[in-house]
């Protein structure tokens, strides 16, 4: 019989990633800060909770997925919480968060016997639907082994484990989402100098896509670039965006590393900001090189 | 029968080149400044020129793989050699020049009734070599035509066409090698931040490059970055890679389109031929990340 699974966090990647705990036959108990959105949920056989602590209660594995590390800690840096998820239970940690949060939130659950494994996830909403989502994990041994055959049950189309340290899956993230968008202004400074030359946008990145630079990232994201619509679609919010650049700096700092390029994207994204595109897809920050050159409107 | 193909340029990627077009069964002529070089070439059949005139003057198609717009212009901008293209003959210009350049040399033919493709290459020499190269075309649409089937036979695994304006490849291939050098400072903060944090580089690129950065770019200039040895297997060496960076900007400059992250890449290009690299691949600009981040020795 399948194991207990709790979610925390009912966002745009919480929703599908309940559906699909429902389908792969988990019992699931969630909890979301504004319940409503649970609800289609229970018509599918979900329990509702109406705290963390209850639905850790009745989980052998939590998993959260929340938006930052404020709304995390505020969840499970509780010790009703981790006394819940107990001796032999497990959080599983999704959400996007600093490196330090996870080491910290680690040591606090290990004081109640309590496991805790980070297993932030690369993919859009669809992706995560459709069990195509890229996964890291890394954490205590025991509590990591039993965590990767769940994910694979229910999100992940492959899992890379980065060993003990419970804050390394955190740096992978970051680090990755960093290397997104980098590769978002590299694209937009390219196609805005190749538009300013008479070069299609959409034939640049029609050949990067499929020669050199092959690849989800390229070929999605350079659609989006290239056509120059961020309102539509919006798989990851801009201020999200911001958040997770901030944490790469903050990463960043913390070791003494400079990052001239996260601070250029950075960048990028506050002006997003200041010109009121928080409703963009984070994808957005592409617009800038196209307003520095006067291309655009 | 084949055409005949003259080659004018037997660098690290004229070699290749002319080994298969050898080997494509084309009677090849060929001239390269130094001319020992040719010597092995002439044993498997090929001709040697004593001018670039004399190449012109004996084939239908000529082409010039050069390392630099001064070294292309001083063969190609003159009178005698496009005379002996003449009408009927092509010269396919597959060297990376500058966007003005490609238009100042397809002007020149044109009054001698000679045609002018661009036919830059993206590939390392070992793909050249394995005809797994891409290239994109541009210029007069029958010009273009008759060089497509003969770059397929012997150099290219795609041809990608962006039409009739002569600089229109040029803009690509300058636009391409800035995203790459671009992914490269990418991959080097993103690998240097992950090693301070105690993730391993090559653990960081293997995930990236197996999954949401798949392709050749992550995972061949991955490997090298991730190991930080850039004086091995040297495919273009650093001083090329900045000459292109150089031009990228100056293309840039042209149109009025600011890039920053190519000041950023170019920066790391010039410091490391100001620190004694120019024997480096050019990759070695990711060095810098490390450096800055006291992470090297």
Sequence with gaps: MNESIGLIGLGSLGMPLAENILAAGYPLTVYNRTPDKA???????????????????????????????????????????????????????????????????????????????????????AALAAKQAWVCVSGEAKARELVKPILSDIVAQGIYDFGDDPSAANVVKLAGNFMIGAAMEAMAEAMTVAEKNGVSRQALIDMFAATIFAGPIYRNYGSMIARQVYDENVGFRLPLGLKDMNLVLQMAGEVNAPMPLAQLVQGRLVSAMAKGRENWDWTGLAYGAGEDAGTTN
């Design 39 to 125: 609800k289609p949920l229970a018509d599918k056989g979900a329990t509702i909770a109406s705290s963390p602590a209850e639905v850790a209660q009745g989980s052998r594995f939590v998993i959260t997925l929340l938006s930052d590390d404020v709304a995390l800690k505020a969840v499970t840096l509780q010790d009703e919480f981790a006394q819940q998820v107990g001796a032999g239970g497990i959080h599983i940690s999704m959400s996007t968060i600093a490196p330090q949060t996870a080491r910290q939130l680690a040591d606090h659950h290990a004081g109640f016997g309590a496991g805790y494994v980070a297993a932030p996830v690369f993919g859009r909403p």
